[in-house]
């Protein structure tokens, strides 16, 4: 099955907005085995509109609009739908009753009222989130399906009304694994599973990569769901034996989570010190709710005076090995640990640039230190193409994945 | 004039990556006082990408295209649009010099050469960040503009070689403004300024809407640069007027930025204690390169414990009024200055959710402390649409803002 993504906003073509509507439901599609041909974007213009869907329909059997299904006047993608297909577009009235349920108690202006119509032969798609239900449409061979613009109408719209239908389409159920791996280049990840992504057809494996980190999705279509279920496990035998040292999740968590979810479980509690990182370890950590459980507290010593002062770092240690140095990121660790006594202490030091750096030590270039179970270690990384964002993005998925490799 | 974005690649469509670049061309082509009627995207296929310029040269007068200029054999763009228009695609001799040159010692694998063929009667457009060349296409009145698919080598292609080029088409110069607001939404900035927004052609005024902060772009195109800097003074005249206060850039820079650099001019020092934002408000200031001019530490006192050890905040205040209150987040600052003796010590306590609140104080409430010149104060501010992110977020610019108005 071939189909065109057809997003509908001036507010794309000004540039204002960035259609991640596209991106979603061209993964969402990729999954289903579904080939997507065009993204397309128009005003809200009706004449375009109705062009782009015939040069559409030229190459696709189906169609995915978003946007242009509100109460304005600007609002037209539903009727130009409708007038392309020869289809009358009228009230239907159990949606006048949902639409005004929305609006329980408040008035309802009168162009709000044409959200609850549509063409005569369509199933409605429901919208729990919003006003503006979307709609399927098949006539001629061809099928249309439009939905609202907003992506938290637009996903859970496509996740509970659209996917199972189209699943259904397909007489099929989908299984995947959303794989998360870290430590391996988007390159290597498939020059190592490159049998498996050219020999098979189904489950098929599509690698995304990420800044320093890759994920891949195996994705099996299969009549039951115990057949997709077994065809995907059957693959991950052969995925965690090509890359089983790189995967940190297979069920699409972020590296953040999984630690915090391994603190948890094994009653551990985890402070930081950051010097070149500038607190985005703890804003990552703080950034899961109930991340109070197990995380005490981040020193962010972004001087020397601080490092002294908050953890003991000796000014000998400063000035003959520099605040950039194994010694420096173990005293921190330490001195963490004595402040804190948290069961972990981890902590940074490094040069995100772009001044700074020395020859050894070039920008890109951090020592993370860890106190653990009473003993102190400390690790040194670089960072290829060092821009700062780049080695401050770094120096947190490297503490994270260094915690990961201690607890798990 | 009338234009169409075409974005060629198979990655897109895949949803692999995002379409910034038809965000970005779609901006700078807007200031540019050029329309932009379509984005489309297809895959590295000759057909599709013929029929789809044939399609965009129904409405338009040019086409930009990006990407598919590559070594590789899926790499056609620049051989379908010689195609569509009839042209040979041959050897630049200057530029096969030039593509040596990038590869200087190294050896240039065969299929680079494509790299420097092109159109017979074509303009070349350099590319100093990469090894393909764009080109610049004007045939029966139509204009093509063929750039590569990387934002990093794209985006100076287009400012240096495309934008006065396209200005020189339009026998103009543009000027513009970035002017930055905080504190106000984007309808209410747009109302405000509904009478200079509908009532001039030029200069342009757009809003552009992020997350609790507006932009606001006036553009001018004259003959001249000082009339079209003197047109956008005028305009600026009548924005400062109506927006003023909510104004902390016209130079497009962001709010951190402009507190570190206000700090730098005045030599103040700043730390910092944290609780909800836990570390995004130091993450934010240390993303400035040279922020260790101004900013000491950031205390991230994730947990009632650490408020008390590291800040001295008593005991009886968390218990009596709470960790998010006025009396705690007076009692954070305080503490910090006697840590730290920094001249400004900034704290932020609230419920960034899902989870706690209470009837006065919910979800998205949190309360910015700010000691200053022997004196401390609090401030209480509360979230619209409080999520974890938007809670956190919105606490960063606040106490950002906070400070911009203490010191400017």
Known sequence: MKCTVLTVGTEILFGSIVNTNAVYLSRQLQTLGIDVMYHMTVGDNPVRLKEMMAHAYLDCD???????????????????????????????????????????????????????????HCTVLKNPNGTAPGFWMEKDGKIVISMPGPPSEMQPMFENEVRPRLLALQNS?????????????????ETELLDLIDGQTDPTLATYAGTFQCSLRVASKRPTLQEAQQAVEDTMVQVRSC????????????????????????????????SCTGGMFAAAITDIAGSSEVFDRSLVTYCNKAKMEELGVRAETLDTCTAVSRETACEMAEGLYRVTGSDLCISVTGYAGPG??????????FYVG???????????????????????????????????????
């Open 62 to 120: 189906m169609i995915i609009t978003t946007g242009g299904l509100g109460p304005t006047q600007d609002d037209l993608t539903k009727e130009m739908i409708a007038e392309y297909f020869g289809e009358r577009v009228v009230e239907w009235p159990e949606q006048t009753e949902i639409l005004k349920s929305h609006f329980k108690g408040r008035p309802m202006t009168d162009n709000n009222r044409k959200q609850a119509w549509f063409p005569e």
């Open 173 to 189: 159920v989908l299984f995947y694994k959303d794989v998360r791996t870290c430590g391996i280049g988007e390159s290597q990840l």
């Open 243 to 274: 890359i089983g040292q790189y995967i940190y999740s297979e069920e699409g968590e972020e590296l953040p989570a999984v630690v915090f979810h391994l603190l948890q479980e094994k009653g551990l509690r985890l402070s930081s010190c950051e």
């Open 356 to 365: 700074g750096g020395t020859e050894e030590d070039p920008v890109g270039t």
């Open 370 to 408: 860890l106190w653990y179970q009473g003993k102190v270690e400390a690790f040194r990384f670089s960072t290829r193409r060092p821009s700062r964002d780049r080695v401050r993005k770094n120096a947190v998925l490297q503490m994270f994945r260094l915690l990961y490799e201690k607890i798990k």
